[in-house]
């Protein structure tokens, strides 16, 4: 089926914002996707992410690579086949590392964690009707969200370059996640 391959570094978050912050390229990214302000965890926002971010002393990303079989990737082989079972993957394996990092940040006090990917705790989001978020406390928010080019961070700190699917499930999927400390 597939492994897990974990990478991480540790940067100073001056560092991150100097060579990867590009909050209107990746808004503009952002505003291409169905989910653009239609999950609080998705801009736009009502903050300024470059403060929100600079509250933090050091960022830790982790990429996390979800390496699948050569059987896996020639009996998932087509389209639909594909989209449904990369999706499926990556929401199984995103809950268990935004499980991880909430217990790391208990560990951790003035932490925060950084998902990997948008928001997905409730079958529907509450800001699609405009109503505040009804688990407004595990709100986290993707990197990609608050501005930073994750294919730049994923290859130049972790030496991973994305791969997407297409016709063919690709050898690997990567997420980026992270984790804020002071």
Not at 14 to 35: G, P, S, T, V
Not at 156 to 164: C, V
Request: include cysteine; aromatic fraction near 10%.
């Amino acid at each position: 089926m597939y492994t897990i391959k974990t990478t991480h570094k540790s940067i100073k978050t001056d560092e991150l914002i100097k060579n990867y912050y590009d909050k209107e390229k990746i808004e503009n990214f952002c505003k291409q996707c169905e989910k653009y302000n239609k999950i609080w965890s998705c801009p736009p926002y009502d903050f300024d992410t470059e403060q929100y971010v600079r509250q933090f002393e050091y960022i830790h990303i982790i990429g996390t690579q979800i390496i699948f079989d050569k059987t896996t990737i020639e009996e998932v082989n087509t389209i639909e086949n594909i989209k449904k079972f990369s999706i499926g993957t990556i929401l199984k394996e995103r809950k268990k590392i935004f499980d991880k990092l909430l217990l790391l940040e208990s560990k951790y006090p003035g932490s925060k964690a950084i998902n990997a990917g948008n928001c997905s705790i409730c079958e529907k989001c509450t800001r699609v009707n405009n109503r505040k978020c009804i688990n407004e406390s595990l709100i986290r928010y993707s990197l990609e969200s608050l501005g930073f080019d994750v294919a730049k961070i994923t290859s130049e700190i972790l030496g991973i370059e994305l791969k997407w699917s297409s016709e063919t499930l690709p050898e690997y999927l990567t997420m980026a996640s992270g984790f804020m400390t002071t």
